[in-house]
């Protein structure tokens, strides 16, 4: 376990992962033979640490549920309306369950361009047709819309012979009955014909593909939203849906803050994680006030575009924020995971934050160039590049204004900027990366899980010409 004061930066010094390294130490597996699993939240297990920040250039459902595939969790932004963000979590949930129980639907006297909207605006091929007593009557799909005028009735464009599964269909079965008649959709009814979920053969084929994905109790993807602490509505309509609420204030420790979450914890059954925290007496302070905390975000002014620590002189690295954090848990004697959030830029970043107490890593900056993040895409000297943007930039902060009637901000200056990033490709790629970067990271350091590495792993502090290098090298992009 890392001491501070076996480190002599105990009481002085506010330090980040540049001022440490990992010693080796013995190992008796390969890296490939690791284990990444480890907690994002009291009662949410990931298969690997990586969490994609609620920011509006970087999670909303695409992000999510390719972290969510591969094993992390994506955090939903709420730079959107309440209705927005609720459904951008639908969409996760809806990306890969089994059986569909929230299904969008449409009446037989609507009309199908009224159809062909419904399936854009939520991102669907098909929809049940029923009546009002949620009876169901055919299925509209896109093929039947773009065919058919759009101001003809649903009713005259829908297939009629549906094919229908009951409740207990296995997804066997239901991938069986779905080759033999050749559809791609398969409405799930009761003995009275009323709707009750929706089988997709995108979805029960896309269940053995993902190994690593993390579910919920239903083989939905799991996703987690932020929050305004000061948003009650948003959190109580929003924990329907979600795994976990996460709070999305840049200091959490601040009575008026504390006070607010507690009625959002009060009213929610979903994990709540509170933060951003920096500081042991901060968590104390936190834990003392507040119960059924399922998590530490932790980590003030580290953000890649974030510019608090220059305008205002104040902060807690990453790092730092993480040892604070853990300093305070062990004095409590509980064990509630601990999010490293803010300014980590590659797998070492977090197998150093995990080895002062982190249990995953949330980052912006590294998913932010990626396809998947909602931002706007440009080219500029033949390469491609995507926005990058912090959550208390002047333009993110005007968006929060025009897009939330009840939004208040309570500072008066902004401390975020935005950054126009190479274009990455694929969120995949960028994790399986860094569990790569991860695994070896642990397997040097004699870590054969993320438990390990939290409490074996060896850590130094670093000379400045500890790993200089010599002077004349030319690396790729660069010119002397
Ligand atoms: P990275 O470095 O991964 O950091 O991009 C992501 C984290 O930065 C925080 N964040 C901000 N911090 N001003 C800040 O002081 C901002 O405008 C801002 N926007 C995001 C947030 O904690 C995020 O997870």
């Not at 569909?100 to 049940?128: C, F, N, W, Y």
């Not at 396809?371 to 000297?381: N, Q, R, T, V």
Request: a neutral charge; proline letters at 3%; hydrophobic letters at 40%.
């Amino acid at each position: 376990m890392v001491r501070l004061k076996d480190l002599g930066v105990e009481n002085n010094y506010a330090f980040n992962f540049d001022d440490f390294i990992l010693l080796p130490s013995y190992i008796d597996i390969e890296p490939s033979e690791i284990s990444l699993v480890t907690k994002f939240s009291t009662n949410i297990t990931l298969n690997v640490p990586f969490i994609s920040s609620p920011m509006d250039t970087v999670t909303e459902a695409e992000m999510a549920i390719t972290l969510a595939r591969n094993g992390g969790i994506g955090v939903i932004h709420r730079n959107c309306t309440i209705e927005e963000q609720i459904e951008q979590v639908k969409r996760v949930k809806r990306a890969e369950s089994f059986i569909i129980r929230d299904v969008v639907v449409i009446h037989p006297e609507a009309t199908v361009g009224e159809a062909a909207k419904q399936m854009q605006e939520h991102g669907i091929s098909g929809l049940p047709v029923v009546d009002e007593n949620n009876r169901l009557l055919g299925i509209i799909t896109g093929r039947d819309v773009r065919f058919a005028s759009p101001e003809i009735k649903v009713r005259d464009a829908m297939t009629k012979d549906v094919i229908v599964a009951d409740e207990k269909i296995t997804p066997e079965t239901s991938i069986e009955l779905m080759k033999k008649y050749r559809i791609e959709k398969l409405p799930v009814v009761d003995a009275q014909n009323r709707l009750v979920g929706l089988i997709t053969y995108k979805d029960v084929s896309l269940r053995g593909k993902y190994k690593d994905a993390v579910r919920d109790e239903f083989g939905r993807l799991r996703v987690a939203a932020a929050i305004s602490p000061f948003d009650l509505e948003r959190a109580i309509k929003l924990s329907k849906y979600v795994d976990a609420l996460v709070t999305d204030v840049s200091h959490f420790h601040n009575q008026n803050v504390i006070t607010s979450t507690r009625k959002i914890i009060e009213n929610v059954q979903c994990d709540v994680v509170i933060g951003n925290l920096g500081s042991k007496e901060g968590v104390l302070d936190s834990l003392s006030k507040l119960e059924k905390v399922a998590g530490l975000r932790v980590g003030i002014g580290s953000g890649s575009v974030c510019t608090t620590t220059q305008i205002t002189r104040t902060g807690s690295p990453t790092l730092y924020a993480v040892a604070q954090a853990k300093e305070a848990l062990d004095e409590l004697g509980i064990d509630i995971p601990i999010i490293a959030d803010g300014g980590i830029r590659n797998a070492g970043d977090i197998a150093i934050s995990i080895a002062f107490g982190a249990s995953c890593a949330m980052m912006g900056y590294l998913f932010a160039g990626c396809k998947e993040s909602p931002a706007p895409m440009m080219i500029l000297g033949g390469r491609y590049y995507k926005l990058h943007r912090g959550m208390g930039s002047v333009s993110a902060r005007q968006k929060r204004l025009a897009v939330d009637r009840y939004a208040k901000l309570s500072k008066e200056i902004a401390e975020g900027t935005e950054a126009w990033l190479p274009y990455k490709g694929e969120a995949t790629n960028v994790i399986q990366e860094l569990a790569a970067g991860l695994k070896a990271a642990m397997g040097y350091a004699g870590a054969r899980n993320i438990k390990e590495l939290q409490t074996l792993a060896k850590v130094k502090r670093v000379s400045i010409t500890a790993f200089a290098k010599a002077s004349d090298l030319l690396f790729p992009g660069e010119t002397k």
